[in-house]
């Protein structure tokens, strides 16, 4: 079933957008220029130092991709907010789309056209609507 495309798992389809969304961040390029290369951090950090506290780190840092689904905790602090793995943070993030998600409304002349589509095929489909 599953090689014919004919079941789904939420969970996995919550993690194949975020895998998406992750290589979708890589194809639309990563800048390399003065400012990304940031030489002259490096130099004034310094080998074997901390780039984490500086500002250029913190300006750029939201640029990169930020993926929620994705662990980069530290194992103590993993294993105290429960051990999940990524499939049980995924599944869980399903069931709260799937419980609190509310569309956006169509627009009106989007849904006239949706009820064109329906009535016209109810014609040539000979469906009476009276029963």
Known sequence: MLE????????QLVMD??????IKHV???IPVNDETLAVDVIH???PFKDFLGTKHTLKHMKS??????IDRRRRPKW?????????????A????????HQPDPLPDSVLSEIRMIIE?????LGVDKEK
Do not use: C, H, W
Not at 4 to 11: E, N, P, Q
Not at 79 to 90: F, S
Not at 93 to 100: C, F, G, R, S
């Open 4 to 11: 014919m495309g004919v079941t789904l798992d939420f969970g």
């Open 17 to 22: 957008n975020e895998f998406a969304g992750m």
């Open 27 to 29: 194809l639309n390029g």
């Open 44 to 46: 004034s950090v310094g």
């Open 64 to 69: 990169q991709s930020q993926p929620q689904l």
């Open 79 to 91: 294993e105290e907010l429960g051990k999940t793995d990524i499939y049980e943070r995924a599944s």
């Open 93 to 100: 993030k399903a069931k709260e789309i799937l419980e609190t």
């Open 120 to 124: 016209d095929a109810e014609k040539e």
